[in-house]
């Protein structure tokens, strides 16, 4: 009877050992999404926009809504907008963070002059629900 226990306890130590363990990934918190529009602008002249909307669950990124949505409001007539030059993402879903950055162009053209502005806009969000934005005129 003693060999009987002694191997029945040898077994269970060993499959102790050999089985794997299993740790829940699954966040503490529930899935939330956020919204947030970053603006610059040239005085009255124009705005640029950048929104983007990200969903988190405290440790990481879930989903990203959609591609971040860039545009123009408010361009007065003697300006105009040259649409988005450049864009850059990084991070994402199952990451800590997610990036957006675009770079747009204004123009204005009158007769004695032409100027063109480039701004820029960098979004960072955070699976905590945290957010930073840079931007600037050039």
């Not at 005085?43 to 950048?50: E, G, H, L, R």
């Not at 361009?75 to 988005?84: I, L």
């Amino acid at each position: 009877m003693y060999n009987n226990i002694r191997k029945l306890l040898i077994t269970m130590m060993v499959l102790a050992i050999l089985s794997p363990i299993v740790i829940s990934t699954a966040s503490a918190y529930p899935e939330q999404c956020s919204t947030r529009t970053a603006k610059v602008s040239l005085d009255w002249a124009w705005t640029y926009n950048q929104k983007i909307t990200w969903c988190h669950d405290g440790t990481k990124i879930t989903r990203w809504v959609a591609e971040p949505d860039r545009y123009a409001s408010s361009v007065f007539p003697t300006w105009s907008y040259g649409g988005v030059q450049a864009t850059s993402l990084s991070g994402g879903v199952g990451k800590t963070y997610f990036r957006t950055w675009s770079q747009a162009k204004f123009s204005y053209i009158s007769n004695v002059l032409f100027v063109n502005y480039y701004p820029k806009i960098e979004q960072i969000v955070y699976a905590n629900g945290g957010y930073k934005e840079t931007k600037s005129l050039y």
